[in-house]
């Protein structure tokens, strides 16, 4: 129990001790270095919603980016960047990653995190619609992807997959954050956008042919949700 109680240490866990044993992976596999511990406390600090990953699927997100050793990154839904912090923190050296946030508040609180984290140089923060930076990147032509990370308003999600698959490399991954919403995306009766929004994606996904693509749950500190990983086979 010592350990249990030693884990506790990110925030007081929803409900019943059953999720204690959570506390313990993200002791022992998913430490937050202190400086991913403030920039996930500034979405608090400054009354933004705190929908940032939780420390194991930050990890993933690590794991993921190491993996394939990605040298270009996209990021789709900044918020304060704790997410950023972790897909960074895989990356090969020299590696760029792009993070578009449509809120100019948040976009500055990012910036911000990225110099305190020292990660700066290799973050571009662009700011507005992400559907006109996704525009605007294909219109660039520039190199592609090797992974990116679809987070922002669930409701644009088809196209921000339309666009992700466009942007990115053969042999690259796409993942997708908040696709299980505590069940609600099997519930045929919610008119919620985001469930539309996740639902539309999810089948798109399915029967892509330039997709390999699956879904994994998770329990994590923040309750059960999911992610979607799709690898893209031009
Ligand atoms: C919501 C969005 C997120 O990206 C997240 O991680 C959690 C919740 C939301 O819109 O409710
Ligand atoms: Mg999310």
Not at 91 to 106: D, N, P, Q
Not at 119 to 130: C, D, H, N, S, T
Not at 209 to 229: C, M, N, Y
């Amino acid at each position: 129990m010592a350990c249990v109680a030693n884990c506790i240490w990110y925030w007081p866990i929803k409900g019943s001790s059953s999720l204690n044993w959570i506390g313990y992976f993200a002791h022992h596999l998913a430490k937050e270095d202190p400086i991913f511990k403030r920039v996930r406390e500034s979405a608090q600090l400054n009354n933004l919603p705190q929908h940032e990953v939780s420390p194991l699927q930050g990890k993933l997100l690590s794991f993921f980016t190491s993996a394939i050793q990605a040298k270009r990154v996209l990021e789709i839904g900044t918020l304060v960047g704790y997410s950023t912090l972790w897909l960074a923190q895989g990356m090969a050296s020299k590696g760029s990653l792009v993070t578009l946030e449509i809120s100019k508040a948040c976009a500055a609180i990012a910036r911000h995190n990225f110099k305190l984290a020292g990660i700066e140089e290799m973050i571009e923060v662009m700011e507005g619609p992400a559907l006109e930076s996704l525009k605007s990147l294909l219109d660039k032509n520039g190199d592609p992807f090797d992974l990116v990370f679809i987070d922002a308003d669930k409701r644009n999600n088809r196209m921000y997959l339309d666009y992700a698959i466009r942007l990115t490399r053969s042999g690259g991954i796409i993942i997708g954050d908040n696709v299980v919403r505590n069940g609600e995306v099997n519930d045929f009766e919610s008119v919620d956008p985001s469930v539309l929004g996740i639902r539309g994606f999810i089948s798109d996904m399915g029967s892509d042919p330039r997709l390999l693509a699956t879904a994994i749950q998770t329990v994590g500190l923040k309750g059960w949700d999911g992610f979607s990983i799709a690898l893209v086979r031009k």
